[in-house]
């Protein structure tokens, strides 16, 4: 994990909270679609549009990252360690192995 004295999400902290707390929301929502036995089909649009709303705030956190975190170690010449690092939580989001090593030339995924 690496050592932060302030975050590059802090600009947008209240921003933040507020969309986990509508994420939260969404969730009890669906709690109690489940609980009273709805609609299978509804249940699952409201899945979705979680979904879509938990990768919203991913990509904003990201968004602030990169911004940030990314040119603040860029600065620091420690660029290729917090490209990496971003690179493998990207790659675990969506379901892919991180890499053990750098890909050879011509290699592909």
Excluded: F
Aim: proline share 2%; with cysteine; hydrophobic share 40%.
């Amino acid at each position: 994990m690496a050592e932060h004295i302030g975050h590059s999400y802090t600009k947008d902290r209240k921003v933040l909270l507020n969309r986990l707390r509508r994420l939260e929301g969404q969730v009890r929502g669906i709690a109690r679609m489940v609980d009273r036995e709805e609609y299978c089909v509804d249940i699952l649009q409201q899945t979705a549009a979680l979904r879509a709303a938990v990768d919203a705030l991913g990509l904003l956190i990201l968004e602030d990252h990169i911004r940030g975190c990314m040119k603040d170690a860029a600065e620091k010449g420690d660029a290729e360690k917090s490209i990496e690092e971003v690179l493998d939580v990207v790659r675990r989001s969506m379901g892919r192995p991180a890499r053990s090593a750098t890909p050879k030339s011509g290699a592909s995924d």
